[in-house]
């Protein structure tokens, strides 16, 4: 026993230490785990997030690729609505020369604007006063359709500014709730029950209101 030397207390000593490292790569293991998990919430609402403004900006794109038509060109391909799906609407009271049609096709707002321009020689209807906006909701409302295309317009999102097709000055809007600072689109529709105004994207397919 001259030349043995025993330290117990250092065995334990290792010993703890060795459960001590195993607790700690326990810890770090469920550490890691616990950040993948925040790591993967994070990247679920940042991919919710992205979701969400690719949706506008897809809205934006498609609004982009309507505009993008000059409503000034010809369309070589253009088809002139059938008599049968057209109504003559009278005039309004504050202009008995003025005249009328409701196009009960569905077409994007441009397509439609194209028509009033090259088939009637005329444009989307403009509405100026409550008068006239009750008076062409009368007749609109008869069709099975929830809203319809008028000449309104936005040039850009950046522009708040709306604009009529037949290029009149805009000094009335009839305006929904909430609308047009929460509506999406740049194209301006009106609604047959009610006749107020919302904004739609000027792709979507409506029946519309030529004047001439």
């Known amino acids: 026993m001259a030349g043995y030397l025993f330290f117990p207390e250092n065995d334990a000593s290792h010993l703890g230490s060795r459960e001590t490292q195993a607790d700690l790569s326990q810890d770090v293991q469920g550490s890691g785990e616990q950040e993948g998990e ?6 679920a609402r940042e991919s919710a997030e992205e979701d969400a403004v690719a949706s506008r900006y897809q809205d934006a794109f498609e609004d982009e690729g309507a505009m993008e038509s000059d409503p000034a060109a010809l369309d070589k391909d253009l ?4 008599e049968e799906d057209t109504v003559q609407l009278p ?25 009033c321009r090259q088939c009637y020689r005329g ?19 008869r069709i099975n359709q929830a809203q319809v295309w008028i000449g309104g317009f936005q040039r850009s999102f950046q522009c708040k500014k709306f604009h009529w097709t037949d290029g009149s000055y805009w000094n009335y ?23 107020h105004w919302r904004r739609a994207r000027c792709h979507s397919c409506l029946p519309f209101v030529c004047a001439f």
Not at 101 to 115: G, Y
């Open 38 to 43: 925040l790591a993967l919430n994070y990247g």
């Open 79 to 82: 088809q002139c609505p059938k």
């Open 91 to 115: 005039g309004s009271p504050g202009c008995k020369t003025c005249r009328f049609l409701l196009v009960r096709t569905p077409r994007p707002f441009w397509k439609a604007q194209s028509i």
């Open 123 to 141: 444009n989307l209807i403009s509405i100026h006063s409550y008068h006239l906006n009750c008076h062409i909701q009368s007749w609109v409302s």
């Open 173 to 195: 809007g009839y305006w929904a709730s909430g609308q047009p600072g929460n509506g999406r689109g740049r194209c301006v529709a009106l609604c047959t029950r009610g006749g």
